[in-house]
């Protein structure tokens, strides 16, 4: 499966964006998807994950209520809205995709798509 991601941006400290992480492949309803980012001289740091159906969703702590992860398995897309934008968050963002079940750890996933740049200004 190839994944891209798309959507980041620019906004303002309190603004909202929605990534969203396109598929192609006509398994990809099979796979678990997660988000991961990574910010300049910072690790990869797991975001959130969503089971293949949709059924059950995984957020890091410091995300939370702000960040939601969705999917639409007829469009081959996740998605990920992001509310409440902190210069915290500013990062490339990740998605990925295991056929396994889903992970916090990176070295979970084997397909990666290329990274979206959300910038935050505070």
């Known amino acids: 499966v190839q994944l891209q991601a798309s959507g980041g941006g620019l906004v303002q400290t309190g603004g909202s964006l929605r990534l969203s992480c396109a598929a192609s492949?006509?398994?990809?309803?099979?796979?678990?998807v997660a988000w991961f980012r990574q910010s300049l001289g910072k690790e990869r740091e797991f975001v959130a994950a969503?089971?293949?159906?949709?059924?059950?969703?995984y957020y890091a702590d410091s995300m939370k209520g702000r960040f939601t992860i969705s999917r639409d398995n007829g469009k081959n897309t996740v998605y990920l809205q992001m509310n409440s934008l902190k210069p915290d968050d500013t990062a490339n963002y990740y998605c990925?995709?295991?056929?396994?079940?889903?992970?916090?750890?990176?070295?979970?996933?084997?397909?990666w798509g290329q990274g979206t740049l959300v910038t935050v200004s505070s």
């Open positions: 990925a995709a295991t056929r396994g079940a889903a992970s916090y750890q990176a070295d979970h996933y084997s397909y």
């Open positions: 492949g006509r398994t990809f309803s099979t796979y678990d």
């Open positions: 969503i089971t293949w159906s949709g059924g059950r969703t």
